[in-house]
């Protein structure tokens, strides 16, 4: 029996790359995972299918975060899910992972751009997480997905990651304000992870990201579905406000 058996979970962006391990994972330890995705219904269809297909749960919810609506929208798909397969609306364990990024250089970052970054990957977490507290029971868990980049300067980057940075903060004072209902709040942040984008089809880009790594390799969904399958479970019961770097030693230098 999986450690996570008799848990919810919402994975935000887990149609594709990080989240789709997250969420396959969570499902494989027990949970019943809410797969959410933007555009991409098939592919979240698909890994509800690999779901089921192992013997878990899983249902799939669409919403479009950063227009208008769409936390409401995510909330509302969330709990209809929820009750049909629970007969309630208790949610576990949220994982913000849903997020864009940038790759502009920081002269040519427009004001539409940099308001994009910011309100799908920090401003909807914050009322995801507003939000999703009322259906959350104590000892409760929630991950966000941070980023290298909030310790590893990349200039192309410099606005996605001052979201992630955002992220973080949010992980913080989130953690002090519901540690007395014993609900965790932390941050994983990824390195350079192999997403399915084309750029991890090209050997010379990634022998150079590889050699970021203290391990010489870029990483995969499934090094950091490891992480937050550990933080969402009881062993992590004492972890929390924390960030943990998943970048496979980038950070080192
Ligand atoms: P992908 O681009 O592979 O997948 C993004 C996911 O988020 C998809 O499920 C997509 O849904 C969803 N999504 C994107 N925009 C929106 C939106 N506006 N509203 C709702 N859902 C949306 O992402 P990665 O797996 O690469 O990244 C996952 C997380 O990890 C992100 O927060 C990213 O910043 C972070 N990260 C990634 C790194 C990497 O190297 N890959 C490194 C460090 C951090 P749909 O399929 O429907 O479009």
């Given at each position: 029996?999986?450690?996570?058996?008799?848990?919810?979970?919402?994975?935000?962006?887990s149609s594709r790359g990080i989240g789709r391990a997250i969420?396959?994972?969570?499902?494989?330890?027990?949970?019943?995972v809410a797969v959410h995705y933007a555009g991409n219904e098939q592919a979240a269809n698909e890994v509800v299918a690999?779901?089921?297909?192992?013997?878990?749960?899983?249902?799939a919810v669409r919403a479009?975060?950063?227009?208008?609506?769409?936390?409401?929208?995510?909330?509302?798909?969330l709990e209809l899910g929820l009750k049909e397969r629970t007969g309630g609306t208790d949610l576990n364990i949220l994982v913000n992972n849903a997020g864009v990024?940038?790759?502009?250089?920081?002269?040519?970052?427009?004001p539409e751009q940099f308001d994009r970054l910011y309100a799908v990957n920090a401003k909807a977490p914050f009322f995801i997480v507003q939000r999703a507290l009322a259906n959350m029971p104590d000892g409760g868990r929630i991950?966000?997905?941070?980023?290298?980049?909030?310790?590893?300067?990349?200039?192309?980057?410099?606005?996605?990651?001052?979201?992630?940075?955002?992220?973080?903060?949010?992980?913080?004072?989130?953690?002090?304000?519901?540690?007395?209902?014993?609900?965790?709040?932390?941050?994983?942040?990824?390195?350079i992870t192999n997403n399915g984008s084309p750029v991890f089809g090209i050997p010379e880009a990634v022998a150079q990201m590889s050699a970021l790594s203290a391990f010489n390799r870029i990483g995969e969904p499934d090094d950091i579905a490891g992480a937050v399958a550990f933080l969402a479970g009881e062993d992590a019961r004492w972890i929390t406000g924390s960030y943990v770097d998943a970048s496979g030693g980038t950070l080192l230098g």
């Open positions: 029996m999986g450690s996570l058996t008799t848990k919810t979970a919402l994975v935000t962006g969420a396959i994972r969570l499902a494989r330890e027990g949970a019943l690999a779901i089921e297909g192992d013997g878990g749960r899983a249902f479009e975060l950063g227009a208008p609506g769409g936390v409401h929208e995510l909330l509302l798909g990024m940038g790759g502009v250089a920081p002269e040519e970052v427009t991950i966000n997905i941070s980023s290298g980049l909030t310790r590893f300067a990349n200039p192309q980057e410099v606005a996605y990651a001052m979201t992630k940075g955002a992220i973080d903060q949010l992980t913080l004072h989130y953690a002090k304000h519901l540690g007395p209902r014993g609900i965790t709040v932390n941050s994983v942040g990824p390195g």
